[in-house]
DNA sequence: AATACGGGGAC
DNA sequence: GTCCCAGTATT
């Protein structure tokens, strides 16, 4: 892999990428300020996460969170749940945490070098290259998924862009052009080439303004670039669910801080085991986990969902509260909710796909009364 | 060096 | 269905 180029190559190639980003760079909302925190929120969203996406996340967590010292100061609570479905919760956790330190240990102000982002809950190599080239100036060259894929092209280099960490050339190929007078504009422009035009299927080369620096499109072999290591496939498991109801109430729980979904409040379950059935393993898994004997009802809903390494199959019932004081094992908190409150918390999107069923097949299996009352 | 960690857009 | 996205933390 030949990967040096000229002074004047380089020259040329860093005002070409520059011309053309300012030309035709998409207005995003994260382009028209210069606020570092704004900044820095977008680049935590925008982790593993598409444009489109993320844009009304963005705004909606501006405009709740307008400042370093309102995102400090609010309960985590409040922050999980503008951030319900963004997935990835450990961003927003570490986020809300960098905040109050900064607050508390900083006055309230961001740090511009580098090495002091780095330093920061959730702050890794591209944020911290990111947030101190474009917000203050910084000549840190950001690696992401794009540049991995635009430079993977240029240089026909077959290090695998999906191996953790890619070795480090891809950091010193990006080191290599980045502009040091404008390292903000040549970072975005880098990630905006590959996001729009050297697309990971059919670039668009031709519109390409380094093209004629590009090994891969001088041999004719874009589709063979970037090398990525195979997947493995998913393994998949089978949930149950249930949704208790007593009294016109509904019992949900909390999942702890750490790991998958933490934070975030579902109904309770768990897998199904083999020999056992939907019903049965939705009875057991509520008197494991909250202590509870119910009825298990009707099915109302079969959800399947994707996470990022299992697949899973929901069976959710609704369930009868018959006996029992709720002592949880395994969620760390717990709440008897009328339906109308369940709009208050953050919740996974595989649950969030069933809330609507809940009131109507409740009324439509055991009557619109008040359902079954308890000796509690 | 591998693995855990969400959800959805685009095909 | 599959691929992959402005990655980071943990083991």
Redesign the pocket.
């Known amino acids: 892999m030949k990967r040096e180029l000229t002074p004047d190559q380089l020259r040329d190639f860093r005002k070409r990428l520059l011309d053309w980003y300012r030309r035709h760079r998409?207005i995003?909302p994260?382009?028209r300020t210069r606020d570092p925190y704004a900044i820095w929120v977008?680049?935590v969203m925008?982790?593993?996460?598409?444009?489109?996406?993320v844009i009304p996340y963005y705004r909606r967590f501006l405009g709740r969170f307008p400042d370093l010292a309102a995102l400090a100061h609010a309960p985590l609570q409040e922050v999980l749940k503008v951030w319900?479905?963004?997935?990835?919760?450990?961003?927003v956790r570490?986020l809300h945490r960098a905040a109050q330190r900064l607050v508390r240990e900083n006055g309230g102000a961001l740090p511009a070098a580098y090495e002091q982002w780095k330093q920061?809950?959730?702050?890794?190599?591209?944020?911290?290259a990111?947030i101190s080239s474009i917000a203050f100036q910084q000549p840190c060259a950001v690696v992401?998924?794009?540049v991995?894929?635009v430079l993977s092209r240029l240089f026909l280099c077959d290090e695998p862009?999906?191996?953790?960490?890619s070795?480090g050339v891809f950091g010193s190929l990006a080191d290599q052009l980045l502009d040091r007078d404008k390292p903000g504009d040549h970072n975005?422009a880098m990630?905006?080439l590959?996001?729009t035009v050297c697309r990971?299927?059919?670039p668009l080369c031709p519109r390409c303004p380094v093209r004629g620096y590009c090994r891969a499109f001088r041999e004719g072999v874009q589709g063979r670039y970037?090398v990525?290591l195979?997947?493995?496939?998913?393994p998949e498991v089978s949930v149950a669910v249930g949704v208790v109801h007593r009294e016109g109430r509904v019992l949900i729980t909390q999942r702890r801080e750490?790991?998958?979904?933490?934070g975030?409040w579902e109904f309770p379950g768990g897998k199904i085991q083999p020999n056992e059935s939907p019903a049965q393993a939705c009875r057991r898994e509520i008197h494991e986990e909250v202590g509870l004997v119910v009825e298990v009802g009707t099915r109302i809903a079969r959800i399947?969902?994707?996470?990022?390494?299992f697949k899973v199959m929901l069976q959710v019932f609704s369930c009868r509260y018959l006996r029992g004081k709720v002592r949880l094992k395994g969620p760390v908190n717990f709440q008897w909710v009328w339906p109308e409150e369940l709009e208050n918390y953050p919740f996974?999107?595989?649950n969030?796909k069933f809330l609507p069923l809940i009131q109507q097949s409740w009324e439509r299996f055991f009557g619109p009364d008040d359902g079954p009352g308890g000796d509690e």
């Open positions: 998409r995003l994260w382009r977008s680049e925008l982790q593993q996460t598409q444009v489109k996406t319900e479905g963004l997935g990835y919760y450990t961003r570490n920061l809950p959730g702050v890794g190599e591209y944020i911290a990111a992401d998924g794009n991995k894929r862009v999906n191996r953790s960490p070795s975005q990630m905006e590959g996001a990971p299927r059919r970037p990525r195979a997947r493995t496939a998913l750490k790991g998958l979904l933490g975030l399947k969902h994707a996470y990022s390494h996974p999107a595989a969030r």
